[in-house]
């Protein structure tokens, strides 16, 4: 029987180029962690991103990755998961990738509720594209050149439109606590169902402000709710600040089991014919 693998054996030998105190650097080790405690080998996962800073993990990993299109993160994982469902299949993105142009099939994602897990690092600004607002940015927010006047439109709520899409796992965690959020991701891997995490991730280059988030974040203070209603009264009464688990209920996996009887081979035969 081989060792068991530890968290920097799912590291590979590129080296991260996020701008130093970048908080995607925590969610890296977070997942590592996670991929660690679950005794995973590494050709038993795969990491799916589309476009942005927090979408080069795939190359930071020693598993098998795809670096996609903006935005289409969920829909390349989930027909990953459907066509090769032994596989951990775990989605990454930003809240500029996943929220805008991603925002349909967040949506969808939710409700279908394949097997897969979504880690959106949400900074509340487009970083690789130089500091424009993103869907989560806060509408009085005036540094972007962009927007001097701030955007004047109502932030996107992550975690509310999970819930209100049909998430089966909801949470927010924190980049800051790589433990506390490698414990999430974990829960978040073996949930039967859709996972969703929004990891409070800052960006110290273009939101400097963001380094007081590490005094300003609760940890562990949502309650768990199976009730759908009950978590998004939660959330909506949040502050957006508090971390930890705020629903989680089994409900079926799509797409149900496989009746099988149909191979590629029986697919390419019928449309040559």
């Keep these: 029987m081989s ?3 530890k968290p920097r054996d799912f590291k590979s030998d590129r080296q991260p180029i996020w701008c130093p105190g970048c908080g995607d650097f925590g969610v890296l080790n977070a997942i590592t962690k996670a991929l660690a405690f679950l005794e995973r080998s590494r050709d038993e996962v795969a990491l799916i991103s589309g476009i942005g ?6 190359a930071y990993l020693d598993t098998y990755g795809f670096h996609g299109l903006h935005g289409r993160a969920l829909p390349i994982a989930t027909g990953l998961k459907v066509a090769r469902p032994e596989l951990t299949v775990i989605a990454t993105g930003g809240d500029g990738d996943g929220f805008s142009i991603g925002g349909n099939h967040f949506l969808h994602a939710c409700r279908r509720n ?3 897990t ?4 949400d ?3 487009c970083g690789m594209t130089k500091g424009q607002a993103s869907p989560t940015t806060h509408p009085d ?9 701030g955007t004047q439109i109502p932030s996107f709520d992550p975690c509310g439109i999970a819930l209100a899409a049909g998430a089966s796992f909801v949470a927010r965690g924190f980049s800051g606590d790589p433990n506390g959020l490698a414990k999430m991701i974990t829960e978040a891997i073996v949930h039967p169902g859709f996972s969703f ?4 991730s800052p960006c110290p280059t273009y939101r400097p402000e963001q380094k007081e988030w590490k005094s300003q974040v609760q940890r562990e203070c949502l309650d768990e709710q199976s009730e759908r209603a009950a978590a998004a009264a939660a959330i909506h009464a949040d502050n957006g600040f508090s971390t930890g688990i705020v629903h989680r209920l089994e409900r079926p996996v799509w797409p149900p089991a496989a009746r099988g009887g149909t191979t590629l081979d029986d697919i390419a035969r019928a449309f040559s014919a």
Excluded: F, H
Excluded at 197 to 200: A, D, E, R, S
């Design 3 to 5: 060792a068991a693998l």
């Design 118 to 121: 979504y880690v959106v690092m």
């Design 53 to 58: 800073c927090s979408s080069r993990i795939p």
């Design 141 to 149: 927010w005036r540094q972007a050149k962009l927007t001097p006047g």
């Design 123 to 125: 900074n509340e600004v």
């Design 114 to 116: 394949t097997d897969i």
């Design 197 to 200: 995490l929004q990891v409070l």
